[in-house]
């Protein structure tokens, strides 16, 4: 009997990287052709075919014709005469042609039995290696094509991971002694009015006036307010109960049926919409109205400062509004970028962080992983086998 073709196994339990794991599925692919070439390009898919043809026949009639009725006997006599065309219809240079003879010689009887078809199919085996060789070349294909994606996958991230170490170097760099108060002070400030004037605000505007605010956001990307839900958002528009503030309609919430009557529109309505979103409604604050410490570049500051101003504007008194534009004039300091890197490595820094930057092994762990990318670079350019 014919030794079949299969996948090597991974002689090691080590998990290859993915540009192991792309070079192992090339060299599969480039192997699987080698072995189809040796024997034949159009050889190989002639005798692959012609088994497939011979499998397929025995699989359909392996139920049907064994047995003694009158059907197992009609269909005995079908596959046979199905399986003796197909023989006699093959080439006589057919690769292992001589195994479909032999694999009709073993049903060539009055009666099967399934061990019958099992010695056909034994009978096949020298053919069905041609079979494999085809299937071997495809799984190497799909192998290659998975491989290619991880690889390419992991090429993404080694972007990423190459951006933090990097930022993680130059925050090596910066003056922990610089004075980041200069920066923290005037953020500080402003946080803490825009939180004490939004919930002021919330207190004194309507719900539906609210919502006006907050789905205005969705326009600026820096002001992250959550959107109201669709059917919260239209009991609000359309109810009466919308003229009431959000912490009145909270309280609501918590009134039994009847004593609600005297407050709102209904009692029921309310219940169905406000009482099962008070998680969404209690959040709602000046969070997406404030600035995080450490601050962002500066450009990306600007751009927030800019885009929070008219929300501000809305909610805060011009004091308020002073504070905000305070911020943004520390971005055009001589020493902004100084003294946002030095916060930054303040928060960011982790002692152990500290110490790889100290002992030079972040620096290390940095040119490991370019070398890492430009490999798998290289990799994802060649073409490969067909």
Known sequence: ?????????????????????????????????????????????????????????LTEYVDRATGTGRENFQ????????FSTLVESLPDDLKARAAFDDALDAIDKRRLSESDFERARDALEPAAQYADLLDEREAAREALDDARTVAAKRRRELDDEIGERERLVELGTADLDAPV???????????????????????????????????????????????????????????????????????FADYSRSKLEH???????????????????????????????????????????????????????????DQLRAVRECTFEDEYDRLQTAAQAVVRLTPDEREQLASGALDAELEALREEQAALEAALEVDDPV
């Open 1 to 57: 009997m014919s030794e079949r073709v299969h996948p090597a196994a991974d002689d090691g339990d080590e998990t290859p990287t993915p540009l192991e794991a792309l070079e192992a599925a090339r060299e599969r692919l480039e192997q699987a052709n080698r072995r189809i070439e040796d024997h034949g390009s159009d050889a190989v898919a002639e005798a692959a075919e012609a088994y497939r043809n011979a499998d397929d026949l």
């Open 181 to 251: 108060e200069r920066l923290r002070d005037p953020i500080e400030h402003y946080n803490e009015a825009v939180r004490e004037a939004f919930s002021a605000y919330l207190h004194e505007t309507s719900a539906r006036d609210v919502f006006t605010l907050l789905e205005r956001s969705q326009w600026y990307p820096f002001v992250e307010f959550r959107q109201p839900p669709a059917d919260l958002r239209e009991y609000v528009e359309a109810s009466a109960d919308g003229e009431d503030t959000i912490p009145e309609l909270l309280e």
């Open 75 to 82: 269909a005995y006599v079908e596959l046979e005469g199905q």
């Open 263 to 321: 407050y709102v529109e209904s009692a029921d309505v309310l219940k169905r919409r406000v009482a099962t979103q008070q998680t969404y409604l209690d959040g709602i604050d000046a969070e997406p109205l404030t600035v995080e410490w450490p601050p962002g570049p500066a450009g990306a500051l600007r751009r927030r400062v800019r885009e929070y101003r008219p929300f501000v504007a809305r909610v805060a008194d011009e004091e308020t509004v």
